[in-house]
């Protein structure tokens, strides 16, 4: 069974830091390319940052330069560090995982809620 555990969420200050984390379990973690989506209400779910399973990592527009993806896999973790954050960063974070040669993420974690409020 496929398990994503997302952790790390909370309410902080504008201008404020979080580290956000997902523990996986029941994938060869490894071979996965993992992903950091957010969510608003009313809105779709969009892309915050992602990394492939070499390494190589990709960030939407609006937080180039203040988040950064890293994975370990020998703990099989992904963790989104976001630092100088915003009140436009405030939404649900979920954690993604996506099967190789697949397109689209495969597994979700039940997501954590990220509050940037003074």
């Known amino acids: 069974q496929v398990q994503l555990a997302e952790s790390g969420g909370g309410l902080v200050q504008p201008g404020g830091s979080l580290r956000l984390s997902c523990a996986a379990s029941?994938?060869?973690?490894?071979?996965?390319?993992m992903a950091w989506y957010r969510q608003i209400p009313g809105k779709q779910r969009e892309l915050v940052a992602d990394?492939?399973?070499?390494?190589?990592?990709t960030y939407a527009d609006s937080v180039k330069g203040r988040f950064a993806i890293s994975r370990d896999n020998a703990k099989k973790t992904v963790s989104l560090q976001m630092d100088s954050l915003k009140p436009e960063d405030t939404a649900v974070y979920y954690c993604?995982?996506?099967?190789?040669?697949?397109?689209?993420?495969?597994?979700w974690g039940q997501g954590t809620q990220v509050t940037v409020s003074s």
């Open positions: 029941g994938i060869t973690f490894s071979a996965y390319a």
């Open positions: 993604g995982a996506k099967e190789p040669g697949r397109l689209r993420i495969g597994y």
């Open positions: 990394i492939t399973s070499f390494g190589r990592t």
